[in-house]
C-alpha cells in the first residue's frame, strides 16, 4: 500500500436510502415542554414553526425514515462523501494508531449543513411555503439553507451572529451569492433584537438571540417557517448520512473505529457521525468509543448542567431538558461561531446524561496547531469548528504512540476552512488567543435556570 | 432522469495512467530561442530552471508520458475529478443545449493547478532538489505548489503579483498555511523587482515581472529550481488528465462534446481540457470546436501578436514563439489575475495560429453575471478566472436556445471562488467595473517585441 492518504468512495447505488433515527434505540427522553404552559408539547403546538413531516419527523420513533427521492438527487451531487485514511498525517505524527476522516466539505457550502437544509427546504417546499428564516453562527448553516432556499425557489432570511457577521464577510457574501438576505443579529427588525440592544448596544450577539429573532419572524408571517441548523431531533436525524456511510467506507477499508470523534455545537454533526454507532452500541452491545469535543470557551457538555432549558434567549422556544450553560449565557466571542451555543441537542445530551458517549474541550489555540498539522500533511484545512475535532484525533492518535497500540480512530472533517482564513492569518501573525469566561458569569447565568416541575 | 445535476465519476481504476503530449500530433514549432544567443536552447540550457525529467517533457514528441505512480498515489486523493451534467443550469436558461463542466475545485487548493503542481515537486524532489521558486498570479498556483510541497518536504518561495497579493489576502494565508513564503512581487528581494520599484514605486506587479524574480532566485542557488505553472509543453501536458478524464465521463453519459470551452491566461487549464479532443480532431478528423476564452482587459489569443516573445519582463526566460501582448504590457488589476499574463502557451498559440481552435474574450462584470448564475443553479461558486468560461458556456447555450439546437456543451471549471469573495462583494455592492487599458499602450508594447530572424 502506497504511503500516501487513500481514498474509500462509495458507489452512488450504496448511498443511504434512509436516515437512521436514534429515537428508536435510546432510552426514553424527558418530554419537551410549551415554553407558556409547562406543559408536554404536541405536533400542533410546533405548526406555526415547521412544516408537517418535519413535525413528525422531530418525534418519531421509527428506526428508518425514508430519504425522499428528490432528497437523494440533490444529495448525489456530492454524496457519498469521500472518506480518507489519513496515511500522511499518521506519518507526521509517527503513531500505529490507523486515522481516517470522513469529509463534508465537499458539499456545495462546503460542511455537512446541506444534509439537513436540503431536506428541510424540501419539505417546506412540498408545503406551500414561501419564504424560511433562520439563524446562522459563522455561517455554515446559514450559506447552506441559502444553497437549498436556491435550489427551490425559496426566500430565506438568515439573522447571523454579529462577531461572525464582522468576523467573516466572505459567509455573507456566499449566502448573497446564493440569493439569500443575511442580516446582523442582534438587529433592530425584532422586538427580541430591540431588546438586547437596548440593554447592550454593542452586544456581539449569540445564537440563543439570533434564534429568538429568526423565530419571531417566522410566527408572525402565514407563508413563513423557521428552520433550524442543528440541536433538534429532526436534524440530527438528516446527518446520519455521515455515519451510515462512513460505517459502510470503513468496512471497504477492512477496519472497524475503536473510537468515533465528532465536534459538537448544537451537536447535530457529532450525531451524524455517532449516532448510527450509538444505535449499533445500543442494540448489538459493541463498545465503540463515541467522542463529542466542544470550545473550551462554551463548554456545554463538560461544564454545563442537564436541565430543562429554552434554545434561545427570548424564551420563544420550547423547553428541552439537555446540556446547557443557560439561555443567556454569552460565549466570548472565539473564532468557531458555529459551536458557540449554549445548549445542546437533547438527544446527544440524554447520550452524555446516560454515560453512552465521552465528552471533551479545547482551547482554539491548540485546535489552530492541529488544524495546521493536519493541512500541511492531508492538504485540507479544516474549518475552526471542525479543528476541535482534528485535535481529539491527534491527541488520540499521540496517545496510542504513547500506549504502542494501533487502535483505528475515525473522525468527521464536518467542513473546510476556506472562508475561515482570517482566523488562520491571525493565528499565524499571533494575533488568536484562548478564550475564557468568567466562573461567576456561568453560575449565574445556571443560576437563572428557569424551574420546572419536570412531568413524571 | 431526475432534473437535478447529475455526476459522473469514473472509478479510480480509470484514472489516466499516461499524459497525452499535443506535440506528437501537432504540427512543428518555431524552436525555442537563447535569451542571448538568439540561438535554438538546447536541454542543458534549461539546466539552471528545471529538473531533467521536466526537461525532457519540454521537448518530447512522445503521444503518451507515464504518469509516475507517486504522483498517482496523491492524484487519487482528489482524482479523477467529477464531471457533472448542469440540468438545473439548462433548466434556468430554458435551453434545449445539454450543457457539461469538469469540476477541478475539488483538489486541496481548489483548483486545477495542483496536477502539474504535484508532477513539478516529484520531479524536483527525485532529482534533489531542495527549494521551488515560483510566481503566482491569483494565487491558485502558489497555492498549489505550497500544498505540493508540503508532501514532498520542498521549501517554497512564492512571488505573488501586488494587485493580488492586496486584494486576496486568504490566498496568502492558505500558502502559509501550507508551510510556504509568499513575498509580494515586485520586490526588494532582487534585482529585477529594484529595477521595477525604482522607475514605478507603485507598480502592482504582473506576471512577467514575478516570473523574473523568481527564475532570478532560482539561478543563483545550487539547490533551488523554479517552478512555473503554465504557459510550457510539461505544464499543459500535466494538465490533459483532465480533458482525458472529461472524454471518457462524457462516454459515461452516453454524449459528445460539440464544443468545449476553457479560460486561457497561460494557456495550461484550457490545454489540458482541449488538447486530448485536439488531438483527435488532428488524428481521426474529428470536428469538434474548442473554445478558448480570456479577459477583455488581457486580450493574448485576441489581440495580441503571434511572434517571438520572452516569458518575463526582465528578458531572463528564453524567447518562444506565441501570442503576446509584449513583456512589457501591464494589464489592468482585473480579479481573474491568473488570466492576467502577456503570453500564451506556445502550443496554444501554434493551435490558434493554424485555426484549430477558436478564441474569445470577456469583460468582467459579464463573467460575474454569469458566475452568480451558475452558483445559483448548481450551488458551486466559480473562482473569477473560470468565470470566463462560465459565461461562454452560457452565451453558446442561449445561442442554442435561439437557433433551437440541442448542442452538448463542455466545459472546464477550474476552480472555486471560496478565496475571492471580496470580488462578489465587490460585484454585489457595485463596485466592480470593467477594465480597459489604452489603445496606444497596447501598440507602444507591440512595437517593443523583440526583432528575432526566426531559424529556417
Redesign the interface.
Known sequence: M?D????Y?LP?DRMPKSWYNIAADLPPMAPVLHPATGQPVGPSDLEPLFPREVILQEVSTEREIEIP??VR??Y???RPAPL?RAR?LEKALGTPARIYYKYEG?S???SHKPNSAVAQAFYNKEAGVKRLTTETGAGQWGCSLA?AG??FGLEVNIYMVKVSYQQK??RR??M????ARCVASPSVETSAGRAVLEKDPDSRGSLGIAISEAVEMAVQREDTKYALGSVLNHVCLHQTIIGQEAMAQMEMAGDEPDVVIGCAGGGSNFAGIAFPYLGRNLREGTKTRLLAVEPAACPTLTRGRFAYDYGDLAHLTPLSKMYTLGADFMPPGLHAGGLRYHGMSPQVSQARHLGLIEARSYQQLECFEAA?TF???????PAPESSHAVRAAIDEALRCKAEGKAEVILFNLSG?G??D??A??DF?GGKLEDLTYEDSLLADSLARLPQVSEPA
Chains 1, 2 share one sequence.
Open positions: 502506497s500516501q492518504t487513500v481514498k468512495l452512488e427521492e428528490p438527487d440533490i448525489r451531487q456530492w480518507f500522511r465537499v456545495p457550502s462546503g444553497f436556491s435550489l464577510p466572505y457574501a456566499l448573497e451569492t446564493y440569493g495546521v493541512a500541511r500533511a492531508e492538504g485540507i484545512v473546510h476556506h472562508f482564513m482570517q488562520y492569518t499565524f
